[in-house]
């Protein structure tokens, strides 16, 4: 075999393998679109289907092929990974509501310590007369 013809051969299949690669690691939680760019259909596994769930639903690309290039994700892990991604902005966003109002308290106390500041630099009426 022709060494740049063997080059061409090995980078066409590293092109192809990373390509998998992304596809893989990027199917998680409930996707709006393949990464063929075509749109997701939710569909249910015939009954005749021998598994231990029959009837199971999947996430599947419109144009789905079992080549690896496209999404055919079952719903309960899409789901299942989705709630974790929720459940994760929640706790964030709880904490953020907690840092806003330690903040608040802060700002608070801050406005409070100015203003008594400014009323001693004031000094008492008296001195001023």
């Given at each position: 075999?022709?060494?740049n013809?063997?080059?061409?051969?090995?980078?066409?299949?590293k092109?192809h393998?990373?390509?998998?690669?992304?596809?893989?690691d990027?199917?998680?939680?409930?996707?709006?679109?393949?990464a063929?760019g075509?749109?997701l259909v939710?569909?249910?596994?015939?009954?005749?289907?021998?598994?231990?769930?029959?009837?199971?639903?999947?996430?599947?690309?419109?144009?789905y092929?079992?080549?690896?290039?496209?999404?055919?994700?079952?719903w309960?892990?899409?789901?299942?990974?989705?709630l974790?991604?929720?459940?994760?902005?929640?706790?964030?966003?709880?904490?953020?509501?907690?840092?806003?109002?330690?903040?608040?308290?802060?700002?608070?106390?801050?406005?409070v310590?100015?203003?008594?500041?400014?009323?001693?630099d004031?000094?008492?009426?008296?001195?001023?007369l």
């Amino acid at each position: 075999m022709d060494p740049n013809e063997e080059r061409r051969s090995m980078k066409a299949l590293k092109a192809h393998f990373d390509t998998l690669h992304f596809v893989t690691d990027s199917m998680q939680g409930i996707q709006e679109r393949c990464a063929c760019g075509q749109r997701l259909v939710r569909e249910r596994a015939p009954a005749e289907v021998f598994d231990y769930l029959p009837g199971k639903r999947f996430f599947t690309c419109k144009e789905y092929k079992d080549d690896g290039m496209h999404y055919r994700q079952p719903w309960v892990c899409a789901v299942e990974e989705e709630l974790g991604f929720m459940k994760t902005r929640v706790e964030k966003c709880e904490e953020y509501k907690s840092l806003v109002v330690k903040l608040e308290v802060e700002n608070q106390e801050l406005k409070v310590s100015c203003f008594q500041d400014f009323l001693n630099d004031l000094g008492s009426p008296m001195e001023l007369l």
